[in-house]
């Protein structure tokens, strides 16, 4: 019993020297991101890329005198992708042509970051940074159910870079893709699609 409430003072101890060590905040993000819908089976119909806005709250921790932190955030994004149904008989038949395929998710990227801070002072003016871990993105809704058929959570490998300038103000660029299908259509054996995602953003910190 002596020995397991050592233990459990030293993971106390340990715990709260950590947490000591860092630092958190939170900010607010907004951006816009050039989505890409992709087919497994690459000639199943013509698709083009389309924009779409981002905008939510982003949280940070920082962990004092080595660089790395942890962040994450809940984003609302659009994800869309025009494609061209009517190149199709199978969709031509039932009046579909190019139609816009709008996903409306809310994003929770996980990420891994990693600040060069020692700069010899001018990390207090600019400071680069790179970052990647997972996203899971909830799909409350989405156009075309008709046409396709959608998940209701999505993952994705999140990764980017940017810069931090005056310790207040984040400027990133990234691109994530879907791990799993993104959706697939419900006829011409269901063809699976996936989103490539190139985004930048900005995220003010406040404090």
């Known amino acids: 019993m002596k020995k397991i409430s050592l233990w459990i003072a030293v993971l106390v101890i340990g715990t709260a020297s950590v947490m000591a060590q860092t630092t958190s905040r939170w900010g607010i993000t907004a951006g816009a991101n050039i989505n890409e819908v992709h087919f497994k089976q690459n000639d199943?119909?013509?698709?083009?890329?389309?924009?779409?806005?981002?905008?939510?709250?982003?949280?940070?921790?920082?962990?004092?005198?080595?660089?790395?932190?942890?962040?994450?955030?809940?984003?609302?994004?659009?994800?869309?992708?025009?494609?061209?149904?009517?190149?199709?008989?199978?969709?031509?038949?039932?009046?579909?042509?190019?139609?816009?395929?709008?996903?409306?998710?809310?994003?929770?990227?996980?990420?891994?970051?990693?600040?060069?801070?020692?700069?010899?002072?001018?990390?207090?003016?600019?400071?680069?940074?790179?970052?990647?871990?997972?996203?899971?993105?909830?799909l409350p809704y989405a156009s075309h159910k008709s046409l396709n058929s959608y998940p209701p959570v999505n993952v994705y490998l999140d990764m980017g870079a940017g810069i931090e300038l005056f310790e207040r103000l984040q400027l990133k660029a990234g691109y994530n893709f879907s791990v799993g299908q993104s959706f697939h259509t419900k006829l011409l054996d269901e063809n699976v699609a996936k989103n490539r995602t190139w985004y930048v953003n900005v995220t003010w910190f406040l404090k």
């Open 44 to 138: 199943i119909m013509p698709s083009e890329r389309m924009w779409g806005p981002q905008v939510g709250l982003t949280g940070e921790m920082n962990f004092s005198g080595i660089g790395f932190g942890v962040d994450g955030a809940v984003l609302y994004t659009l994800k869309q992708g025009k494609l061209n149904y009517g190149e199709r008989v199978a969709w031509a038949s039932l009046g579909y042509g190019k139609e816009t395929v709008a996903m409306h998710y809310i994003d929770v990227p996980l990420h891994l970051k990693l600040k060069w801070h020692r700069l010899g002072g001018l990390e207090s003016t600019i400071m680069p940074l790179v970052y990647v871990g997972p996203q899971f993105s909830f």
